[in-house]
C-alpha cells in the first residue's frame, strides 16, 4: 500500500513493471540477485542505459556490487571507491529530491574518478539534453543516518534529463535496494556472530579444564571433551554412544535422575554432587552442573560440566570430623552427639542421654599431673564402649565429662541401669602410670519428649540432672525431674530482658496492699505491700515467677529499692493514714551491700513519715544465711524504730538464735501452719508454742493466711496479736484503695498500733 502510494501519478505501463519487479524480490534469495533484479528494473522499466549500486563494505568503503546495461559493462563489478569520495561526490552535487544530480557545468575534478563503461557521446546543444558528463545518483542511507550505498545510472534512452516520473521509481527501487542492503548486514552479523561464538563455544568445550559432556535425554552421550576423557579414565570412543548411567556411582543414580527431569521440565540449570566410577573401578567426587540447549527443531541436549572435588570432599570431611570429635578419644564430642541427638528427635524418634563426670578426676590430674588424666579420660572411653550396647554412641563432652546416645529409649529405668553398669564397669582399678586408680562415675539422666526441638534441649536437662545427682552423692545415678527442676527457657531470659528494661525506666510496677487487722479489736491496724509487675504484653505476672529471675539476675536490688518508695508513697495514702504501718518485704540479696539503711532513711525522709510507719519483713532463710554485714544492717535499720519482722516463720531453719540474737519485732507465722489449725491439734499446738515464745520476748506474732472464721477464732484463742488473709482483704492496688476513700481524718502523724512489743534490745539490761 505504501509502495502505490510512491507510485502514484506513475504511467500505468510503469506502475506495473515496477510492481512486478518488487513482487519477484520477494523470492530473490541473495542480495547480489536482489541487486540485479532492481538494476534491471531500472534499466528495463525506468529506461536508463545503465546502472551501478555500491555497497559500503564492513572496512567504510564501496565496492560496485551489480551492474545492468549494455555489453563491457560487467567490468565495472568490484570497483571499490573511498567513503570520503563518495561523500565528496554527494556533497557537490545538487540535491534533486532523495536524488543527487551532477551537472556537466559543476567543478568535473570532483568526478573525474568515475570509472565509466561506454565512450563518451558527443554533447548536445540542447539545454535539456543529457549531457556525456552529467552524473544522477541515488544515496542510500542507514537508519543510523550511515551511507549504506549508492545507486549510479546513466544517460536515459530518452536523451534528455530524467523525467519526474523517472526520478520517483529511481527512489523507490533505491528504496528497496537500501532495504535489501541492510537485511543482508544484519544476516551477515547475525551468520558472524553464530559462527564466532560456535568457535568460542568449541574452543572452550575442547580446552576448558572442565569436564563437559553432551547427553541426549535418553542419556545417551553425543560428545565429551578431553578433560572428561581424562576423568573417567575411558577413551572418547567408549563414552560416546554409552549411556551417561554407565559411569555414574549406583547409590547416585536416582539423584542424577531427578536432576536431568528437572531440566527436561523446564528448570534452567541444576546442581548436584555425585560421585563416578573410572574404569579402573575407583570412585571420585564431583560437582556436576546440568543445563540444556533447546534447538530449533525442538529438540534438546543436555549440558553436563564436571569439576573433580574429590580432595575438597577429603578436607571438608576431615574439618567436619575433626568438628564433630574428640581429638584424645577419638570419640564424638559435645557437638557431634548434639547434632545426632536432633537427628533423631527431628525423625520423631525418642532418645535417652547419659550425662557424667568423673568421681575425683581433679585429684588425678593436679597430683599425677595431665598426662595422666588424659591416660585416664582414655581407659574411662574404652570402658564405657565395652559394656555398653553397640546401638549406644559414648560421647566426650568436655574435660571429664562424658555424654551417651541410647537411641530409641524413652525409659529412665533402663537409663538407670546402663549408668550403673558403667559404674560396675570403672570399679576395678584403672593402671595408670604404675598405680591402680579406683574411679566411679556420677550420672545424669533424661529422655526425649516431643517437646524437645533439639539436641541440645535434651542435653541441657541432662546436664541438669547431673547437678542433681551430685546434691545426692558422688557415684549416683539421677533421672531429670522437671517438677524439681527449672531451666533457663528462651522466654524466660526474654522475661529477664523485659524486666530489666522496667526497672530502668521504672514502668509497669504497683503496689497492692493486704490488710493486717488486731485480732482483738478486729481493726485494720497495718498492711503487707506486695509488689506486683504489669508486663507489656502478658499482663500483670505473679511474683513466683518474678522473683526468682529478679534474685538471678541481680535486678532484686533496684526492684526492691523502687518497691520501698512505691510502699513508702502508699503509706501516705488516705487509705493507710486511717490504719497505720505498711510492711515491705525485703531480698536476702539486698542485705550487706551496705544500700538498704541509707535508701530506708532516705525514703523515710522525703515523705516525712515516722520509721513506725515502716516494717521490714526478712525471710527467716535469708536471715539464717546471712553475712555478718547483713546482720549489722538489720541492727541499723532496727536502731532508725523500723520494726524488724521474721517471715515465713517455721518453713526455714527456724533457728532460736535468730530471735535471740536480732532485733525482731514481729513473727509471722507462716500460712502452711494455719492452714490446718482448725481441724489439726498438731499444728494449734505448733502455733501454741510460738505464740508463747514470741509472747515471752515481747515479740508481736502475725498469723498468715487467714481464710476462714474457725482458723480467725482459733488463732485468736491461741494468743496470737494479729492476723492477714482472704478473710480480712485481698491484695489490693494501692491507688484504687486511695481513691475509694473521700474523707478520712489524718493521723499520720498519730502513733500506729504496732505488733512490736517492749523488749530488752541486744547487749541492753531490761
Known amino acids: ?70 555489453p563491457g559493462i560487467e567490468r565495472l563489478l568490484g570497483t571499490v571507491r573511498p567513503m570520503s569520495f563518495w561523500r565528496e561526490v554527494l556533497n557537490s552535487a545538487e540535491p534533486w529530491g532523495d536524488l543527487r544530480f551532477f551537472s556537466h557545468e559543476r567543478d568535473q575534478s570532483v568526478v573525474e574518478r568515475f570509472e565509466v563503461w561506454s565512450s563518451r557521446r558527443r554533447a548536445s546543444l540542447d539545454p535539456e539534453a543529457w549531457h556525456p558528463e552529467d552524473s544522477l545518483l541515488a544515496p542510500m542511507w542507514g537508519g543510523d543516518g550511515n551511507l549504506i550505498g549508492v545507486i549510479s545510472v546513466d544517460e536515459p534512452r530518452s536523451g534528455r534529463r530524467p523525467a519526474s516520473e523517472q526520478c520517483t521509481v529511481l527512489e523507490v527501487f533505491a528504496a528497496q535496494a537500501a532495504k535489501a542492503i541492510l537485511d543482508a548486514q544484519a544476516r551477515q552479523a547475525t551468520d558472524l556472530d553464530r559462527r564466532d561464538a560456535e568457535t568460542r563455544w568449541r574452543l572452550a568445550f575442547e580446552y576448558s579444564p572442565t569436564g563437559i559432556a553432551l547427553v541426549r535425554p535418553n542419556r545417551g552421550v553425543v560428545e565429551v571433551n578431553d578433560a572428561l576423557v581424562a576423568m573417567l579414565g575411558r577413551s572418547r570412543e567408549e563414552l560416546i554412544g554409552a549411556s551417561w548411567l554407565d559411569y555414574t556411582y549406583p547409590e547416585d543414580i536416582a539423584k ?34 546440568i543445563g540444556s540447549m533447546r534447538h530449533g527443531d525442538g529438540d534438546t541436549t543436555i549440558v553436563s560440566q564436571v569439576v573433580d572435588i574429590t580432595e575438597r570432599k577429603k578436607s571438608a570431611d576431615q574439618i567436619d570430623y575433626q568438628r564433630t570429635h574428640d581429638s584424645l578419644t577419638d570419640l564424638p564430642n559435645r557437638v557431634g552427639i548434639t547434632e545426632a541427638i536432633t537427628r533423631l528427635v527431628r525423625q520423631g ?3 535417652g542421654v547419659l550425662f557424667g563426670d568423673v568421681d575425683r578426676f581433679r585429684t588425678v590430674n593436679s597430683g599425677l599431673g595431665r598426662d595422666a588424666g588424659d591416660e585416664l579420660l582414655i581407659a574411662v572411653a574404652g570402658r564405657m564402649q565395652r559394656v555398653l550396647p553397640p546401638q549406644c554412641v559414648v560421647a566426650r563432652v568436655s574435660g571429664d565429662e562424658f555424654a551417651v546416645l541410647v537411641p530409641d529409649e524413652d525409659r529412665t529405668e533402663r537409663l538407670r541401669e546402663l549408668g550403673e553398669a558403667i559404674n560396675a564397669a570403672l570399679d576395678d582399678p584403672v593402671e595408670v602410670q604404675g598405680m591402680g586408680l579406683r574411679i566411679g ?7 526425649s519428649t516431643p517437646a524437645h526441638r533439639n539436641g541440645d534441649e535434651v542435653m541441657r536437662e541432662a546436664e541438669h540432672s547431673l547437678g542433681a545427682a551430685k546434691e545426692r552423692r558422688r557415684g549416683a545415678v539421677e533421672a531429670y525431674d522437671a517438677t524439681a527442676s527449672r531451666l533457663p527457657t528462651r522466654a524466660a531470659l526474654q522475661l529477664e530482658q523485659d524486666l530489666r528494661e522496667a526497672v530502668d525506666r521504672r514502668t509497669g510496677f504497683a503496689v497492692h496492699l493486704q490488710p493486717i487487722i488486731n485480732l482483738e ?3 485494720e491496724v497495718g498492711a503487707e505491700s506486695l509488689l506486683r509487675w504489669h508486663h507489656p504484653t502478658r499482663g500483670t505476672l505473679p511474683p513466683g515467677e518474678v522473683v526468682p529471675i529478679a534474685e538471678e539476675s541481680g535486678l532484686i536490688v533496684p526492684l526492691g529499692l523502687h518497691a520501698l518508695e512505691l510502699s513508702l508513697d502508699a503509706a501516705s495514702n488516705a487509705w493507710m493514714r486511717a490504719r497505720g504501718w505498711v510492711a515491705v518485704n525485703v531480698s536476702g540479696y539486698q542485705l550487706g551491700r551496705g544500700q538498704l539503711p541509707a535508701a530506708i532513711r532516705a525514703a523515710l525522709d522525703a515523705r516525712e513519715l515516722s520509721p513506725d510507719r515502716l516494717h521490714i519483713e526478712i525471710t527467716e532463710t535469708a536471715l539464717a544465711h546471712a553475712s555478718e554485714q547483713a546482720i549489722r544492717e538489720v541492727h541499723e535499720i532496727a536502731d532508725m524504730g523500723v520494726s524488724i519482722a521474721l517471715d515465713d516463720f517455721g518453713t526455714g531453719y527456724s533457728s532460736l538464735s535468730l530471735l535471740r540474737d536480732l532485733p525482731i519485732s514481729v513473727v509471722k507465722i507462716d500460712r502452711s501452719f494455719i492452714a490446718p489449725i482448725a481441724e489439726d491439734r498438731r499444728a494449734a499446738a505448733l502455733v501454741r508454742s510460738v505464740v508463747v515464745m514470741c509472747d515471752s520476748l515481747g515479740i508481736g506474732t502475725v498469723a498468715e493466711g487467714v481464710e476462714t472464721p474457725d482458723q480467725r477464732a482459733v488463732v485468736s484463742a491461741l494468743g ?3 492476723a492477714q488473709g482472704y478473710l480480712f482483704g485481698r491484695p489490693t492496688d494501692a491507688d484504687e484503695l486511695a481513691r475509694s476513700v473521700t474523707d478520712v481524718p489524718d493521723t499520720s502523724r498519730a502513733r500506729p498500733e504496732t505488733p512490736r512489743r517492749p523488749r530488752p534490745g541486744p547487749g541492753r539490761s531490761a
Open 521 to 523: 479489736s478486729g481493726a
Open 256 to 289: 542424577d535422575n531427578e536432576a536431568f527431569a528437572a531440566i527436561l521440565a523446564g528448570q534452567t540449570n541444576v546442581q548436584l554432587e555425585k560421585r563416578f566410577v573410572r574404569k579402573d573401578g575407583t570412585v571420585f567426587w564431583a560437582s556436576v552442573h
Open 1 to 70: 500500500m505504501q509502495l502505490e502510494r510512491a507510485l502514484a501519478g506513475v504511467d500505468r505501463p510503469v506502475l506495473e513493471g515496477v510492481l512486478s519487479v518488487v513482487r519477484r524480490l520477494g523470492s530473490s534469495g541473495s542480495l547480489r540477485q536482489t541487486l540485479d533484479l532492481i538494476l534491471d528494473g531500472i534499466v528495463r522499466v525506468v529506461g536508463f542505459d545503465a546502472a551501478a549500486v555500491n555497497v559500503t563494505t564492513p572496512n567504510g568503503e564501496l565496492v560496485v556490487e551489480a551492474v545492468a546495461g549494455p
Open 349 to 351: 524418634r525418642p532418645v
Open 441 to 447: 562415675m556420677t550420672i545424669g539422666a533424661t529422655v
Open 720 to 722: 496470737c496479736d494479729h
